[in-house]
């Protein structure tokens, strides 16, 4: 008695995940291209990172989305950058 094997057809894991539409689950980076328009104006993070007195490496890190910015400095930063 020979028993034929049937796989199990699922959808892509994309279309089921409950975190697809949901804003809060992604991180919230800047956009550099639409966001702030640092290029147009000639000014890099790293300089507006001095001339409001924020760390650039900590700026780079909210900018690229690496940081939750919950509180502190990372959440200034965020509402400055106008991420938040």
Same mark, same amino acid.
């Given at each position: =008695?020979?028993? @034929?094997? =049937?796989? +199990?057809?699922?959808?892509?894991? @994309?279309?089921? @995940?409950?975190? =697809? ?45 690496? %940081?939750?910015?919950? %509180?502190?400095? @990372?959440? +200034? +930063?965020a509402?400055?950058?106008? =991420?938040?």
């Open positions: =008695m020979t028993t @034929s094997y =049937m796989p +199990i057809l699922r959808p892509a894991l @994309s279309t089921i @995940s409950p975190r =697809m539409n949901n804003p809060l689950s992604t991180p919230n980076r800047l956009n550099l291209d639409k966001g702030t328009d640092f290029r147009a104006h000639g000014i890099n993070l790293a300089a507006w990172a001095r001339e409001k007195g924020f760390n650039p490496q900590l700026v780079y890190l909210v900018a690229r989305g690496e %940081r939750k910015c919950l %509180r502190g400095q @990372s959440h +200034i +930063i509402k400055e950058l106008g =991420m938040k």
